[in-house]
């Protein structure tokens, strides 16, 4: 399959959301990102709820909503309410994920487990078999802008290569750092979804990049 692109609005400006949201939608992209952190599971605090849904009534394209919460499963009805199409919690905050897994599943939404840069993607190997994808986590999750960690190249393929064992329909997301140049070697090593937020929105021609990482040619 090609490979999806999901710039996320953390970089957007929020004066003028519309107006990128619009990019977004005539965009050769796939899916919009949606940041939601609470300032406890990671030391920053974006959006919720409000947002979201407003964000949902002018997008074209499925939410891949990425929730930095801790307690993500008091809330899973509410953000299918909002609007979420795919919904991703961090390993670190579901002590249940298979039922957390389940229930975004049972409430129409595709179900993502996300695994931050430190812990070892054997941890997954168990609950591949019933995950729509896995987001690793290429950069500490919090901030947009940060600098990519090499050792995620390596991550990919041991993730890549038990999705082979497991369950070879599962989708593989990268988030943070993600830019022009490691796309490639990216989607190479198995990435089957590019999260990219300053890339997308600090381009002087959002239109063209988005179109450059949606038609590159994986690399090794
Ligand atoms: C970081 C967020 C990312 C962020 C990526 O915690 O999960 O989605 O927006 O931003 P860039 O692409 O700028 O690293
Ligand atoms: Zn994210």
Redesign the pocket.
Known sequence: MNHLIAP?L??ANFLNLQQDIGTVNQSEADLF?V?VMDGHFVPNITFGFFIIEQIKSIARKPLDV?L?ISNPDKYLEDFKNAGADWLSVHYETCPHLHRSIDRIKQLGMKAGVVLNPHNNVELLRDILPDTDFVLLMS?N??????HFIDSTYERIRKLHQMKEETNPDLLIEV????DTHNAAKLVGSGVNVL?????VFRSDNPLQTISELKHLSPAN
């Open positions: 996320s953390l970089a990102h940041d990425h930095m950069v999750p919090g901030y947009g802008g940060q988030d943070g750092g993600v999260v990219a937020g300053s890339t």
